[in-house]
């Protein structure tokens, strides 16, 4: 099984801030088969990232994802006030599909 | 547009048995592979398995955690996937989510909770 460590647990920026948020894969990920997540209290996850760095549909362009065999970036270039929330990184190369812990991104 | 909504969840005892259906709408179902997911109070997300569609062998994996226990199966006709929970346990307590697709799904449903406690 494929263990997926993300980091930092808990992200304290501001508005107009650069985030960059990690996921270290504990073996190399099937043809960079990394997915991102962004979650808010009460709802589903929501796509953002697929194939290490293509975007889902209608994504803002301050997503951005990039990476490669077993270390992985989310970067959100300016961060708007909607985008504080959990993000999970998920690989889905090799059976047991896995994710990370998450990561909080909170308003500092 | 495409729709998942699952139904299903309750409050069970150990040992007792739920099935959680998910009602899709707005695709054509029999295309398309489904996954289950879930997520226990307050912490991450787990995947819990997935079933191909008839063209793709229609084969169907499962975590660890839940393989000999939960089933799942899917029912074309009515564009109904199924997870059938036997022997539950406490710690399968969770909001149970399905998805479209068994990758990076980006259609999910809302989610139903599903509460094992005695």
């Known amino acids: 099984e494929i263990v997926l460590t993300q980091s930092p647990g808990t992200l304290s920026l501001s508005p107009g801030e650069r985030a960059t948020l990690s996921c270290r894969a504990s073996q190399s990920v099937s043809s960079n088969s990394l997915a991102w997540y962004q979650q808010k209290p009460g709802q589903a996850p929501r796509l953002l990232i697929y194939g290490a760095s293509s975007r889902a549909t209608a994504l803002p362009d301050r997503f951005s994802g990039s990476g490669s065999g077993t270390d992985f970036t989310l970067t959100i270039s300016r961060l708007e006030p909607e985008d504080f929330a959990v993000y999970y990184c998920?690989?889905?190369?090799?059976?047991?599909?896995?994710f990370g812990q998450g990561t909080k991104l909170e308003i500092k | 547009e495409v729709q998942l909504v699952e139904s299903g969840g309750g409050l069970v005892q150990p040992g007792r048995s739920l099935r959680l259906s998910c009602t899709a709408s707005?695709?054509?179902?029999?295309?398309?592979?489904m996954s289950w997911f879930r997520q226990a109070p307050g912490k991450g997300l787990e995947w819990v398995g997935f079933i191909r569609n008839k063209a793709s062998g229609g084969t169907i994996e499962y975590a660890a955690s839940v393989k000999g226990r939960f089933t799942i199966s899917r029912d074309d006709s009515k564009s109904i996937a199924y997870l059938q929970m036997n022997s539950l346990r406490t710690e399968d307590t969770a909001v149970y989510y399905c998805t479209r697709g068994y990758n990076s799904p980006s259609y999910w449903g809302q989610g139903t909770l599903v509460t094992v406690s005695s």
């Open positions: 998920q690989q889905y190369g090799n059976s047991p599909r896995t």
């Open positions: 707005g695709f054509t179902f029999g295309d398309h592979s």
